[in-house]
């Protein structure tokens, strides 16, 4: 198991930006797979972007061309990237891990991951 605090949410306009940050604590390197999630009102919580243990990252198709997720080892903490943000982007965002696994072939499976943090907000207003 892995802590994870996030932070960075915000409110925003449509078009700007915010960067999310996921520390996390409790296991020594970050060679396993992490990913941001989101959720938003009456909505299923579903995968935004994957980070392997080596670094490789996937997209969903809302994140595509918009966010970028990266990782720094030296501080344990993981990142998201976003921007020409959109009101459809509002959502509690997480961050997940799990330390058994280093490639991530299911990246956007909430149940492939063990450790989540409480989630940061982000409110995008038109």
């Known amino acids: 198991q892995v802590q994870l605090v996030e932070s960075g949410g915000g409110s925003v306009q449509a078009g700007g930006s915010l960067r999310l940050s996921c520390v996390a604590s409790g296991h020594t390197e970050m060679n396993y797979c992490m990913a941001w999630f989101r959720q938003g009102p009456r909505k299923k919580r579903e995968g935004v972007a994957g980070i392997s243990s080596d670094g490789r990252a996937t997209y969903a198709h809302v994140a595509k061309d918009r966010f970028t997720i990266s990782k720094d080892k030296a501080k344990n903490t993981m990142y998201l990237e976003m921007n020409n943000l959109k009101p459809e982007d509002t959502a509690m965002y997480y961050c997940?891990?799990?330390?058994?696994?280093?490639?991530?072939?299911?990246?956007?499976?909430?149940?492939?991951?063990?450790?989540w943090g409480q989630g940061t907000q982000v409110t995008v207003s038109s």
């Open positions: 997940a891990a799990d330390v058994s696994r280093w490639v991530c072939p299911l990246w956007s499976w909430p149940s492939e991951y063990s450790s």
